[in-house]
């Protein structure tokens, strides 16, 4: 059972163009979200991230909105650029004890920016 | 700062060898954790570790053991290698801040095993 959706493995934009890529999770419990970006061959980076108390939160071209009546987050890229083509992660993060947080992760959705 | 580093970048296998594969954090992290990665699929937890001397099961544990001797570096092994853990495996780290949440990854190992 998928906790964590991502419906759209990939998405074509226009280089200047807005890229919306979204996510939706069943787990009422998760209350941190983040969005990792991961380039071939190399590990994920951590992009932008969202506490559930807030349904917004914006770094330059980044912003992620998030609907928690929906469970559904949404990552805004503007404008595109052709170095954002990379696979974009959603996690959602909930305490698992112990003094630990786990993070689950969505399937990714490919972006390609096109120039 | 490396950062987090993963000993090797890749390996081969034949079923039924072990292996074991090497992550080093230079972040002062109380937190590590492993994670695989396969074709369509996200990351998917094997184990992780709260702090030295500590180990915990994941999503995805078996088949595969953990070690955290030392506050920097966290081990996986494979005891007996299998087709099916042909993957990416991915280390990562994080601090103890109250959410715990934000993670720094490694560069990734990639296992085939034939």
């Known amino acids: 059972d998928q906790q964590v959706k991502q419906n759209s493995p990939s998405l074509s934009v226009q280089e200047g163009r807005i890229s919306i890529l979204n996510c939706d999770y069943t787990n009422s419990m998760f209350d941190y979200f983040l969005w990792y970006k991961k380039y071939p061959a190399e590990g994920p980076t951590f992009l932008i991230s969202i506490s559930s108390i807030k349904d917004k939160n914006e770094d330059g071209r980044f912003t992620v909105f998030l609907n928690k009546s929906a469970k559904h987050l949404s990552l805004h890229i503007v404008p595109s650029q052709p170095g954002d083509s990379a696979v974009y992660f959603c996690?959602?993060?909930?305490?698992?004890?112990?003094?630990?947080?786990?993070?689950?992760f969505g399937k990714g959705t490919k972006l390609s920016v096109i120039p | 700062n490396a950062g987090v580093t993963q000993t090797p970048k890749f390996r081969v296998l034949k079923t039924g060898q072990s292996m074991t594969l090497l992550c080093a954090q230079d972040m002062n992290h109380e937190y590590m954790y492993w994670y695989r990665q396969d074709p369509g699929m996200g990351l998917r937890l094997i184990h992780y570790s709260v702090g030295e001397g500590t180990t915990a099961k994941g999503e995805v544990p078996d088949g595969y053991n953990v070690s955290r001797l030392k506050k920097q570096n966290f081990l996986l092994g494979l005891e007996s290698a299998a087709p099916s853990q042909t993957s990416v495996y991915f280390c990562?780290?994080?601090?103890?801040?109250?959410?715990?949440?934000?993670?720094?990854f490694g560069p990734g190992t990639r296992l085939t095993v034939t």
């Open positions: 996690a959602a993060s909930a305490y698992s004890g112990a003094g630990s947080y786990q993070l689950t």
């Open positions: 990562a780290s994080s601090d103890d801040t109250a959410t715990g949440s934000e993670q720094y």
